[in-house]
T-cell receptor
């Protein structure tokens, strides 16, 4: 089945640690995205990538980093510089990064601080 | 500055009745609108979209209406079913290579049996 796989589903981090969230897609989509959702809030864009080896900051990129070495993979690292990392993180992809294309989402990773 | 607003945080309707979920936007450059449905601990699922060249798009029980002059869109679900109980997000974007989706905060729909 084609889709987007995020792992792990739940992740715990100690203060001062970096942690990497995985996102893999087998939809052959060019564009991939990372969003953050907080309770009672909409989805806010962290980073996006239109093609391999290229990515752009979204609205709330501070404290996060990404890489796009393969078309299928777009991992997100939450660094110790992110002061409030506890949230639900969603990865998405679309055929290409144009406004008239729906994005398809994975099932998310919930990150908590110990 | 919230460019996509879903002002009602929740809605409760009886099974079989119509559910109407509203969304307002402020950016006049938005020309593509989407609705997503989300269950707890899952990712959003694309439901239906509409381009600004249309004022209505229908897919089964789901219809989206767009009023460009009022910068308002609505999602109608008829008839509502208990399985429709979820959070519904409205999203909007501008056409073009560097556009992005802007999401509202979501509306929690509860369909009572």
């Amino acid at each position: 089945d084609g889709g987007i796989t995020q792992s792990p589903k739940y992740l715990f981090r100690k203060e001062g640690q970096n942690v990497t969230l995985s996102c893999e897609q087998n939809l052959n989509h060019d564009a991939m995205y990372w969003y953050r959702q907080d309770p009672g809030q909409g989805l806010r864009l962290i980073y996006y990538s239109q093609i391999v080896n290229d990515f752009q900051k979204g609205d709330i990129a501070e404290g996060y980093s990404v890489s796009r070495e393969k078309k299928e993979s777009f991992p997100l690292t939450v660094t110790s510089a992110q002061k409030n990392p506890t949230a639900f993180y969603l990865c998405a992809s679309s055929v290409r990064k144009l406004g008239n294309q729906p994005q398809h989402f994975g099932d998310g990773t919930r990150l908590s601080i110990l | 500055d919230q460019q996509v607003k879903q002002n009602s945080p929740s809605l409760s309707v009886q099974e079989g009745r119509i559910s109407i979920l509203n969304c307002d936007y402020t950016n006049s450059m938005f020309d593509y609108f989407l609705w997503y449905k989300k269950y707890p601990a899952e990712g959003p699922t694309f439901l239906i979209s509409i381009s600004s060249i249309k004022d209505k798009n229908e897919d089964g029980r789901f219809t989206v209406f767009l009023n460009k002059s009022a910068k308002h869109l609505s999602l109608h679900i008829v008839p509502s079913q208990p399985g429709d109980s979820a959070v519904y997000f409205c999203a909007a974007s501008e056409s073009g290579a560097n556009s992005k989706l802007t999401f509202g905060k979501g509306i929690t729909l509860s369909v009572r049996p």
